[in-house]
Structures are given as structure tokens and as C-alpha cells.
């Protein structure tokens, strides 16, 4: 069985910061590889601002090269929009992989508005990465509070494929500040590089 993390998001665009949670989040959680699910469309944020997917798989693929990182846009195949769907698709597209849902602590803090959340949890564990800034309201979150009670240690987390559902690990690593963001304020037109045939 092969073991993967699943680290879902817009990548608008994918930064140094994404790459280097997830290879901690690979040393962590023993994983085989991670895969980068680069969202056509997130429910939960505007399409304004959003780059096309083609410049944002681009920029993941350029930022993923040679580590066991592979971007992805599965979701825009598959013709899923949320993270329940996705997941059980991929579960019954792939028998054999342990699969891990991997997200930021950014997330658990609106973790709660997303479709299907409880179900989430128990169709896989879940593997959070603390964020600087958003603990406060991560820990506050009606998400939190329910999974709280199905919390592993992280000293435990490379025997996730182990663990009776729902499940989830709080990882701690070196603080990284970098967000998308802050890459789009320094350079609004990032994706230009990605698209050749746009105009200059």
C-alpha cells in the first residue's frame, strides 16, 4: 500500500513556503509522496484575482521539481468541487493508497464551513501543520472542538495508516511566513511567465 499525503489548494501561485511543509509533512508522516491538488475553483474564495489553472498547475510543477511532490488537477478531471467528493473518488480510483488529508492550520479555522467536514474525517486522518497567526483561531474553531477528542500525538504520526477513524495530528514545524499573498502583492502578474501566448 502506497502512502499519500493530500494537499489541497488554489496554488495561485505555488511558493517555496508550499514545498517546504510538505517535505516536512513527508519526513513526518513517512509518506511515499505527496500529491498537490490544484483546485479549479475553491467554493469558499472569489474568483477574482484567481489565475487560470493552467498558469497555477504551472507554477506548482516548477516548484515541486525533483522532490516526491506531484502536482495535480485530478478535481478538474474527476469534476469534483469539494474535498468529499475528491476524496472518495480518489479512495475508489486508488484501493491500494493510504491516503492522508494534509492542510494548514489557516484551514481548520474555517475547516467547519467546508461540505461534508465530519465525513472527512472519517473517510480519512487529517494531518494539520500550524501556521503562524492563525492558531488562535484555528483552536477556537468548531471544527477543532469536535476533532479535539480524536486527536493523536505527533510523535505517532508516521503510524497514521494505523489509526481508527476519525483521526487527526497536530504537526508543529519551523514557522515559514511566505503565503501567496504576499507573492501576488510583489508581483500581480506572476502568471504571465506560465502563458506564453498572453499578451505582454
Keep these: 500500500m502506497t502512502r499519500v499525503g493530500l494537499l489541497g489548494g488554489s496554488f495561485n501561485p505555488a511558493h517555496a513556503g508550499h514545498r517546504r511543509i510538505t517535505l516536512a509533512a513527508i519526513r513526518a508522516l513517512a509518506l511515499d509522496e505527496a500529491w498537490w491538488l490544484v483546485s479549479p475553483g475553491n467554493p469558499l ?9 493552467a498558469a497555477r498547475l504551472a507554477s ?13 488537477t485530478i478535481e478538474a478531471r474527476l469534476g469534483t468541487r469539494y474535498t468529499i467528493d475528491t476524496m472518495r473518488a480518489l479512495k ?12 494548514g492550520s489557516d484551514n481548520l479555522a474555517q475547516f467547519h464551513r467546508w461540505k ?7 473517510e480519512v486522518p487529517i494531518a494539520v501543520i500550524a501556521r503562524p497567526g492563525y492558531e488562535g483561531r484555528a483552536s477556537a474553531s468548531p471544527a477543532a472542538g469536535w476533532l479535539r ?3 493523536r500525538p505527533a510523535g505517532q504520526a508516521n503510524r497514521w495508516t494505523t489509526w481508527e477513524l476519525p483521526a487527526f495530528v497536530l504537526l508543529r514545524f519551523r514557522p515559514d511566513p511566505m503565503s501567496a499573498t504576499q507573492v501576488r502583492a510583489g508581483n500581480p502578474a506572476w502568471f504571465r511567465q ?7
Excluded: C, N
Design 194 to 200: 506560465f502563458l506564453p501566448d498572453a499578451p505582454p
Design 116 to 122: 461534508g467536514w465530519r465525513a472527512i474525517a472519517r
Design 60 to 72: 506548482a510543477r516548477r516548484m515541486a521539481r525533483r522532490a516526491p511532490i506531484r502536482p495535480s
Design 92 to 103: 475508489r480510483r486508488y484501493p491500494r493508497t493510504h491516503f492522508i488529508w494534509v492542510m
Design 45 to 53: 474564495k472569489p474568483e477574482q484575482g484567481m489565475a487560470p489553472l
Design 149 to 151: 477528542r480524536f486527536r
